[in-house]
């Protein structure tokens, strides 16, 4: 079975900076794509971020420019750093990747998500 973990969440204050992780584990063979969300109460997820195996990137405009999603593809950790946060940002934050996992002799590609991790931007 594979899980996939976040970790960094907390309070901060407006114009701080946190970092975000993401952990993927089991019997992964390939991460393809991972991605992170964020969803405030009463609102729908919101795509924020990607990265590929490949390297290439995707940001939202909104935080584009002030946040960073980075691999450390030997520990299967996926990060986002977030800086000059605003305290409309505050949302829980979750990780999907897609992956390709051993499942009894076979292997299937599908998209795993996190728990998510509290984000709270005070002003």
């Known amino acids: 079975q594979v899980q996939v973990q976040e970790s960094g969440g907390g309070l901060v204050q407006s114009g701080g900076s946190l970092r975000l992780s993401c952990v993927a584990s089991?019997?992964?063979?390939?991460?393809?794509?991972m991605r992170w969300f964020r969803q405030a109460p009463g609102q729908q997820r919101e795509l924020i971020a990607t990265?590929?195996?490949?390297?290439?990137?995707y940001y939202l405009d909104a935080i584009k420019g002030r946040s960073t999603i980075s691999t450390d593809n030997a520990k299967n950790t996926i990060y986002l750093q977030m800086n000059n946060l605003k305290p409309e940002e505050t949302a829980k934050y979750y990780c999907?990747?897609?992956?390709?996992?051993?499942?009894?002799?076979?292997?299937?590609?599908?998209?795993?998500w996190g728990q998510g991790t509290q984000v709270t931007v005070s002003s």
């Open positions: 999907n990747a897609d992956i390709q996992a051993r499942i009894d002799g076979s292997s299937i590609v599908k998209g795993y």
């Open positions: 089991g019997r992964i063979i390939n991460i393809y794509t």
């Open positions: 990265i590929t195996d490949g390297g290439d990137t």
